[in-house]
């Protein structure tokens, strides 16, 4: 029988073996727009060893970024069509994603194995992806990374093109973007909005929230009153 595997991926509810590990696992999500920086500062919180990454699951192929490939086991596990139609059909993901043909899952497993060695499990998602790890866990703590300030921000996506043209071409898509992901995460409650000014600081913050449990403060206050002025820097602007 043929199996809808977009229906499979839509329809997914995780188990209570996989509801029961969100809930025992300390874990921290990073969020921002793209050039903020959130990739950095967890490749930064890795190097303690306090935290493990949680590596999901894709069924796309390994890219190259910067002209560096992309590592198994490190960056994804890449896996094929078949084995993620199981992995669905054994309810082995917490969550999982369909998009443009590529599935995009985290594993049981994966975080099971940062609560087992007492780490703390920390990745990069989506703002959807957090509101799926809410639904089963108000304790996950979730950090909206934040550029400085507009004029910045640009200039970090700028210097991602190789030309002018091409930042140009993407410009429009990235911006929406931006827009739709501030504007969500200010209509929530629960992020801690991080301003990425200075590397060093930026990731001593993420730590202490990530130590301290989700706890908010007046700094939480401010950082949200920086994100509500990004938002419109970014809304007005050409």
């Not at 139609?85 to 994603?97: G, P, R, T, V, Y």
């Not at 989506?126 to 108000?138: A, H, M, P, R």
């Amino acid at each position: 029988m043929m199996i809808d595997i977009e229906s499979l991926v839509t329809s997914y509810q995780p188990p209570a073996e996989a509801i029961a590990v969100v809930r025992t696992t300390r874990i921290t999500l990073l969020v921002g727009i793209s050039g903020a920086g959130k990739d950095t500062i967890k490749t930064q919180l890795l190097q303690n060893d306090d935290y493990m990454d949680i590596v999901s699951h894709t069924t796309r192929q390994p890219r190259s970024n910067n002209g560096i490939e992309e590592v198994d086991g490190v960056d994804y596990s890449f896996i094929d069509m078949a084995a993620a139609e199981k992995m669905l059909l054994d309810s082995e993901f917490i969550e999982a994603k369909y998009v443009h043909g590529t599935i995009y899952g985290t594993s049981t497993a994966a975080v099971k194995k940062a609560c087992d060695a007492k780490k703390i499990a920390i990745t990069d998602v989506d703002i959807q992806g957090v509101d799926e790890y809410k639904d089963l866990s108000n304790d996950v703590t979730a950090l909206f990374i934040l550029p400085p300030d507009y004029s910045t921000w640009r200039g970090r996506l700028i210097a991602r093109y190789a030309t002018d043209a091409a930042f140009f071409d993407e410009w429009p898509k990235r911006r929406a973007s931006a827009i739709k992901e501030l504007t969500y995460a200010l209509e929530v409650p629960y992020y801690h909005f991080i301003i990425n000014d200075d590397l060093d600081r930026a990731v001593r913050v993420v730590d202490e929230i990530a130590h301290r449990g989700d706890a908010f403060n007046r700094h939480d206050d401010e950082a949200r009153l920086a994100a509500r002025d990004l938002l419109d820097a970014i809304t007005i602007a050409d």
